[in-house]
T-cell receptor
Framework: NAGVTQTPKFRILKIGQSMTLQCAQD?????MYWYRQDPGMGLKLIYY???????DKGEVPNGYNVSRSTTEDFPLRLELAAPSQTSVYFC?????????????FGNGTRLTVT | DAKTTQPPSMDCAEGRAANLPCNHS???????VYWYRQIHSQGPQYIIH???NNETNEMASLIITEDRKSSTLILPHATLRDTAVYYC???????????FGKGTRLHILP
């Protein structure tokens, strides 16, 4: 099992550019999450999904969009990149949310916006 | 999420047991306590979780007080590779958001 796979590993964007961070899991998990982590800081929840077709905002959703058309994939879209979005982005999944169900994390995407 | 409180940093000598505390005084009866760690800038790694009883696995032990208001993660024989940020979370079952705090930065001293 690959677990949670994030692509790309690294990316440099210019201000105003757009990109999609990819996240895929092969564990048939219903719940998926996107977090960002600024240097020296903790994890902040951007968006989450409890199943295909259902998404909801987390703590810091502004500047991002998500979709969940399949159980396996949960892409994160940045429409107009800003320097404040320079961060490490982690995707995670779990079988049934917070109830007796640990999170499995990907290895992250390191994004720099200049 | 039930609010959790952890010390910002701790030191532990290599080979000794590392005991990391977490307060979660607002936890509800059916909410689990989870522990994760993050080594340098890698993705967080699940360690252990529990509801009421103490739990042990190949990585660590989790001791939950009888009133469930606090817990302790125990790394029995700490090594330099255990240097990491350790997060304790207690997400609410009725809320699908899973929020992380700032965690405890554990330094293992040679």
């Amino acid at each position: 099992n690959a677990g949670v796979t994030q692509t790309p590993k690294f990316r440099i964007l210019k201000i105003g550019q757009s990109m999609t961070l990819q996240c895929a899991q092969d564990m048939n998990h219903n719940y998926m999450y996107w977090y960002r982590q600024d240097p020296g800081m903790g994890l902040k929840l951007i968006y989450y999904s409890v199943g295909a077709g259902i998404t909801d905002k987390g703590e810091v959703p502004n500047g991002y969009n998500v979709s969940r058309s399949t159980t396996e994939d949960f892409p994160l879209r940045l429409e107009l990149a800003a320097p404040s979005q320079t961060s490490v982005y982690f995707c995670a999944s779990s079988r049934q949310g917070s109830y007796n169900s640990p999170l499995h994390f990907g290895n992250g995407t390191r994004l720099t916006v200049t | 999420d039930a609010k959790t409180t952890q010390p910002p940093s701790m030191d532990c000598a290599e080979g000794r047991a590392a005991n990391l505390p977490c307060n979660h005084s607002t936890i509800s009866g059916n909410e689990y306590v989870y522990w994760y760690r993050q080594i340098h800038s890698q993705g967080p790694q699940y360690i252990i979780h529990g509801l009421k009883n103490n739990e042990t696995n190949e990585m660590a032990s989790l001791i939950i007080t009888e009133d469930r208001k606090s817990s302790t993660l125990i790394l029995p024989h700490a090594t330099l590779r255990d240097t990491a940020v350790y997060y304790c979370i207690a997400p609410m079952n009725r809320d699908d958001k899973i929020i992380f705090g700032k965690g405890t930065r554990l330094h293992i001293l040679p």
